[in-house]
Structures are given as C-alpha cells and as structure tokens.
C-alpha cells in the first residue's frame, strides 16, 4: 500500500497482485454485496479472503492486507469494489 493508502500491485508467481486494505465496516459491506451474485462461480476466490480476514477480526486479531490477483479485483461487481474503496 502506498502512503495515500491505495492498493499497490505486485507481483506474485508472474500474476499481478493487488493488496487491500480495508475497514471491517467496508469488508462486512463488500461480503454482503458478494452473496447478492453468482460467487460460487465468479467471486469465490475474493469472498473467501473477504470472510476470512474478517473472522479474523471478530477473534480479535489485527487487521490484515488482503492479497488477490489483479484480476479477480478487476472483474468484481462495481459495487463492491467501491465499498471496497469506502464508498
């Protein structure tokens, strides 16, 4: 993440990455915009890093990047990735 706090790309095993970092309130309403698609065959990857790090949350643990191919990010709703951004 740059100093602006946007997401920055990486890359990882020749894939670009992008690193996330978002508030639980904007992680709890990317989730529930998620559950209104098709994810178990379109975003399951991401709603799976999404609940993940937010458990992670709920048992207390510090809040962490969230680590996703370029690529997934990009073909999320544009809903959700605004609410990703805050919005």
């Known amino acids: 993440m740059d100093p602006n706090g946007a997401a920055v790309s ?5 894939l670009a990455s992008i690193e ?8 709890d309403k990317a989730i529930a915009l998620l559950l209104k698609f098709r994810w178990e065959t379109l975003y ?8 993940l ?18 690529q997934r990010v990009d073909e999320l709703p544009p809903d959700v990735g605004a609410a990703l951004r805050g919005g």
Request: glycine fraction near 2%; charge should be negative.
């Open 10 to 14: 990486h890359e990882m095993n020749d």
């Open 20 to 27: 996330l970092v978002v508030t639980t309130e904007d992680l």
């Open 44 to 51: 399951q990857d991401a709603l799976h890093a999404f609940i």
């Open 53 to 70: 790090e937010r458990d992670r949350r709920k048992l207390g643990s510090p809040a962490r990047t969230i680590v996703l191919a370029k």
